[in-house]
């Protein structure tokens, strides 16, 4: 046994100032063995334990303590470290199957939040309405589709089933045609058109207008074949194709169309006539209808595609003309309105008839329409279309007009293209058609968004036709194209009557051969005032009339005795 002589010091603490020399013989029987980094050491001195009274006796004892503690006895300090003890290794740990690859980019840092109960509150409110999204969003994308289809996709005209189709012709084969065709002709001019008012250009959403109603003018929506000017201009051999420019409109922008829409074609000898039906879809402006929100499926709510329709073009009508000066100064055309008796009053409106040479054979003469004029700097007069875009609910497209007109007139616009790009494309092909210098584009908005009757202008933006077409990016080379190759290909049908039918389903033109008196009882007539209709007789005029009738019979009774 080796035992230690600890000096005792009377003045404190530690060793005495003067250490006590040890003798070589205390150390000699203390074990020793060389040892590498590797080996695991135990504690030199642990001075909160003390192992004597669970120290059974034998080897340790009470006298083998301060051994134990110096040298590492397993049982006690070397034990203890074993279950701490690890190994340094430069190994990644086992990552878990779900973060695999394609999970590490979705895993962020979370910044430490408040936990007390408006946080709380947030979080749960902002979870849910990111589930509703997401929810509405899945709804969207696999189930829009099938409801709108089943809403406003349906077929504009029904299908008969002694109806043989001919063609279907894909919108993808339009893509990649192009054709040039020179400067068109004017042959005739009709109506007349007022001056447009400079001051809306100033109106923004802080200061906007009612949109008046215009009752007393009538606005007319006549077909091609219905149209005398063009009736006299095909009895003069002045073309080979006539048409509208709405009609034509609806050809060259095709491919942006959505909805459902039909023309109909008359082969009649060597000249063909493009016309819509009455009560067209034509005859109406779509709302939305390149926009990814799926519209209401009940035809009578104020926000479903009919009614949306019907809205728009009423708002169209009414702010073409309330933009106008109505002082009476007018330019009047050539000739007068075709269409109006002397009893109304047409809305200003000019006609102009002109011709394009489509090939050597073959010219097309359109009726064209431009809403009014207006004075430039130079003193020169510029024709002018006028339409109007109409907000409904800004929910619906996501910007509300009355904020952001006046600050990102930019991104209300490019909204608006995206949401009715067709709508828009028809419009600046038909302002090419006419030749007009300017076309004037009004933001109207409704007063509410619950009310479909009564509306404002928010603002007037003018834009080059041209120009606007390039921004739209509207090919004018690709729209004469469409019309060459249906021309071409109505050309070589026999004579009859055909018609074009947007597939409501995909995106493709279906050409079907029809009866000859298709169509023609399509319209419903309107009653009659009550001043005008016929009366029922009196009772007494019913007795005369009754035994009148009972004379002439008895009369030929007898004569066919005799």
């Not at 600046?428 to 619950?450: C, E, I």
């Not at 120009?467 to 060459?484: C, D, H, P, R």
């Not at 079907?512 to 009772?539: G, I, K, S, W």
Request: net charge negative; glycine share 4%.
């Amino acid at each position: 046994m080796v035992s230690f002589n600890v000096p005792y010091n009377p003045d404190g603490w530690g060793p005495p100032e003067a250490p006590v020399p040890l003798e070589s013989h205390h150390l000699q029987h203390a074990p020793y063995a060389p040892f590498s980094k590797a080996d695991k050491l135990g504690r030199i001195a642990d001075w909160t334990r003390n192992p004597f009274p669970s120290r059974p006796s034998g080897r340790g004892g009470a006298d083998a303590s301060v051994f134990d503690l110096a040298f590492g006895d397993e049982s006690l300090g070397a034990a203890d470290d074993d279950s701490s003890f690890r190994l340094v290794d430069g190994r990644p740990a086992p990552r878990h199957p779900r973060f695999g690859p394609r999970w590490r980019f979705q895993q962020q840092r979370q910044l430490p939040q408040r936990k007390d109960e408006e946080v709380e509150a947030r979080r749960r409110e902002a979870e849910k309405e990111r589930q509703r999204r997401d929810r509405l969003y899945n709804q969207n994308r696999a189930g829009a589709g099938q409801r709108r289809e089943a809403a406003a996709f349906r077929s504009s005209v029904d299908i008969q089933p002694e109806w043989a189709m001919l063609d279907q012709i894909p919108f993808s084969t339009f893509s990649k045609l192009s054709y040039a065709v020179g400067e068109p002709e004017d042959l005739v001019a009709c109506g007349a058109v007022e001056f447009y008012d400079r001051t809306y250009d100033r109106v923004n959403p802080k200061g906007d207008r009612k949109l008046e109603r215009f009752k007393n003018r009538t606005f007319f929506k006549v077909t091609t074949t219905d149209d005398p000017v063009i009736r006299r201009l095909a009895n003069e051999d002045k073309a080979t194709v006539f048409a509208t420019d709405t009609i034509l409109a609806a050809l060259m922008c095709c491919p942006r169309s959505v909805y459902s829409w039909d023309i109909v074609v008359q082969r009649v000898g060597n000249k063909l006539f493009f016309d819509k039906r009455d009560g067209s879809q034509l005859d109406l402006l779509s709302v939305n209808e390149t926009s990814q929100e799926p519209l209401p499926e009940a035809k009578e709510d104020i926000n479903s595609a009919y009614s949306l329709s019907v809205e728009a073009a009423y708002v169209n009508q009414n702010f073409s003309q309330q933009v106008l000066v109505r002082d009476g100064n007018r330019i009047a055309f050539e000739e007068p309105n075709p269409f109006a008796s002397e009893s109304e009053e047409p809305a200003s409106v000019a006609y102009r008839y002109r011709r394009w040479k489509l090939d050597e054979n073959i010219s097309l003469v359109a009726r064209c329409e431009v809403h009014g004029a207006m004075v430039d700097t130079k003193g020169g007069r510029s024709l002018l279309t006028i339409n109007a875009l109409n907000e409904f609910d800004p929910k619906y497209s996501g910007v509300d007009w009355r904020q952001k007109l006046e600050t990102q007139r930019g991104a209300v616009l490019a909204t608006e293209l995206k949401n009715n790009a067709n709508k828009l494309a028809r419009w600046t092909a038909q302002a090419l058609l006419s030749g007009a210098d300017v076309m004037k584009l009004g933001y109207v908005s409704r007063a509410h968004p619950r009310d479909h009757f009564n509306h404002v202008i928010l603002s007037v933006q003018g834009y080059k036709p041209r120009e606007f077409a390039m921004q739209i990016n509207l090919n004018t080379s690709n729209m004469w194209g469409i019309v060459k190759s249906i021309v071409d290909l109505c050309l070589k049908l026999n004579e009859g009557k055909y018609v074009l039918v947007k597939d409501p389903a995909k995106p493709q033109v279906r050409i079907y051969e029809v009866p000859a008196d298709a169509f023609e009882n399509d319209y419903v007539e309107e009653p009659l005032p009550e001043e005008e209709q016929v009366q029922p007789p009196t009772e007494e005029e019913s007795t005369a009339t009754a035994a009148a009738v009972a004379a002439s019979k008895d009369a030929e009774e007898k004569d066919a005795d005799v």
